[in-house]
């Protein structure tokens, strides 16, 4: 668990600073490990896990809206930026999508 106060900035910074990531209640960041889709699939695997990333970022919409949240997929985001917050490679393992969550305006 990253407990780094300075992740959520940095974060905020490679979303191109839309300062709503800072101020969400969570932040979730999908990744994917290439080989683990490759394996199987080849060159036609990075389709899918993208596939794969709108089907899971869906499912937060629709979970944000059983409890009265909000949800916002986000996909501007700068790539090496946002996988050396996460001290991942960027070609392995990186970043493929993310999605906020927080209350809507009363
Ligand atoms: C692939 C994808 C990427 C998106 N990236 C961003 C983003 O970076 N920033 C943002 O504010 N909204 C982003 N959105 C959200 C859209 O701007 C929009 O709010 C959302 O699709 C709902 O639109 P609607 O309320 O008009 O139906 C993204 C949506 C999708 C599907």
Redesign the pocket.
């Known amino acids: 668990m990253d407990t780094d106060p300075g992740t959520a900035e940095r974060v905020t910074q490679a979303?191109?600073n839309?300062r709503?990531v800072m101020q969400s209640a969570a932040t979730f960041i999908w990744t994917a490990v290439a080989y683990r889709m490759m394996w199987r699939y080849g060159e036609r695997g990075y389709r899918y896990m993208h596939l794969d990333a709108?089907h899971v970022?869906q499912n937060l919409y629709l979970a944000a809206e059983a409890i009265g949240c909000g949800a916002?997929?986000?996909?501007?985001?700068h790539d090496d930026a946002l996988n050396e917050a996460l001290q991942i490679d960027g070609v392995e393992h990186f970043a493929v999508?993310?999605g906020v969550l927080g209350k809507k305006r009363g």
């Open positions: 979303c191109f839309q709503f709108g970022c916002c997929a986000i996909a501007a985001f999508y993310v």
